[in-house]
Nanobody, 124 residues
Framework: QVELVESGGGLVQAGGSQRLSCRVS????????MGWFRKAPGEAYEFVAA???????YSADSAKGRFAISRDNSKNTVTLQMNSLKPEDTAVYYC??????????????????WGQGTQVTVST
């Protein structure tokens, strides 16, 4: 059974930092490409960042310079370090796994497995 479990969400003040983790089980993690998406109420899934199995990273314009994605294959974990958070970053954050390679990893419909999400709230 494949499981993606996010952790690290919560309430943070604007300008602060937060570190999200996603622990994966039930699949050969090192063969999968991993992404982070977010979803605000009433909005569609928004791509945040991705890291492929070759350790190349991809980021949305909104995340560049503020967010960093990394992975630890020995722990089956992908991490999203978020700095300089803004109220508009408030959303439920999801990690997702995709087996096939892609050019951008930014399409939510391309992913095979999803976690249940963790809420991030950035206060003013």
């Amino acid at each position: 059974q494949v499981e993606l479990v996010e952790s690290g969400g919560g309430l943070v003040q604007a300008g602060g930092s937060q570190r999200l983790s996603c622990r994966v089980s039930g699949l050969p993690f090192e063969r999968y490409n991993m992404g982070w998406f977010r979803k605000a109420p009433g909005e569609a899934y928004e791509f945040v960042a991705a890291i492929d199995r070759g350790l190349s990273t991809y980021s949305a314009d909104s995340a560049k310079g503020r967010f960093a994605i990394s992975r630890d294959n020995s722990k089956n974990t992908v991490t999203l370090q978020m700095n300089s958070l803004k109220p508009e970053d408030t959303a439920v954050y999801y990690c997702a796994a995709r087996y096939l390679p892609s050019d951008t990893y930014s399409r939510s419909t391309d992913y095979d497995y999803w976690g249940q999400g963790t809420q991030v709230t950035v206060s003013t």
